[in-house]
């Protein structure tokens, strides 16, 4: 039996960095979209776009092909270029020997994969993607909520 494709954008956003931020996704599968956000009253924008990440896998209710869309270079790099692979091999040390950031965030975001087959797909930030566009004020509204606390 196939798994369920489900297409899933995310993205982070922070004002100031470090300083409050916010993540948005959103999730597709077949003809049904959830959106979800949140924030956190100090953080960066790398921990919000991974936290956008975790927060959509989390959302999945069981083994599914997941298209992640996202216009982090980083995360879909880390993936892609097999970063990741040769930070655990070498202790989250990246290659200048000096430990990766983040590692909490990026654990757990391979935790929250694990039972899935996992396809990351960079996107254009800020540009004519309207569901990237969609996500990033997700993100937006979240981190302009933590500001406000």
Same mark, same amino acid.
Request: aromatic share 6%.
């Given at each position: 039996?196939?798994?369920?494709?489900?297409?899933?954008?995310?993205?982070?956003?922070?004002?100031?960095?470090?300083?409050?931020?916010?993540?948005?996704?959103?999730?597709?599968?077949?003809?049904?979209?959830?959106?979800?956000?949140?924030?956190?009253?100090?953080?960066?924008?790398?921990?919000?776009?991974?936290?956008?990440?975790? =927060?959509?896998? #989390?959302?999945?209710?069981?083994?599914?092909?997941?298209?992640?869309?996202?216009?982090? !270079? %980083?995360? +879909?790099? /880390?993936?892609?270029?097999?970063?990741?692979?040769?930070?655990?091999?070498?202790?989250?040390?990246?290659?200048?020997?000096?430990?990766?950031?983040?590692?909490?965030?990026?654990?757990?975001?391979?935790?929250?994969?694990?039972?899935?087959?996992? =396809?990351?797909? #960079?996107?254009?930030?800020?540009?004519?993607?309207?569901?990237?566009?969609?996500?990033? !004020? %997700?993100? +937006?509204? /979240?981190?302009?909520?933590?500001?406000?606390?």
């Amino acid at each position: 039996m196939s798994k369920p494709e489900v297409i899933i954008y995310t993205d982070g956003a922070c004002s100031g960095n470090p300083g409050p931020g916010g993540w948005g996704a959103l999730l597709q599968y077949n003809s049904k979209e959830k959106e979800i956000n949140g924030g956190e009253a100090h953080t960066t924008n790398n921990r919000m776009e991974m936290q956008a990440i975790i =927060e959509a896998m #989390k959302c999945l209710k069981r083994p599914s092909l997941a298209k992640i869309h996202s216009d982090s !270079a %980083l995360i +879909v790099n /880390a993936f892609n270029q097999g970063w990741i692979e040769n930070w655990k091999r070498r202790g989250w040390k990246k290659a200048n020997k000096k430990p990766v950031e983040n590692q909490d965030l990026w654990q757990e975001m391979l935790k929250a994969m694990e039972p899935h087959a996992v =396809e990351l797909i #960079k996107v254009k930030g800020h540009s004519t993607d309207e569901r990237n566009n969609r996500v990033d !004020a %997700l993100a +937006v509204d /979240a981190s302009k909520k933590m500001q406000q606390r």
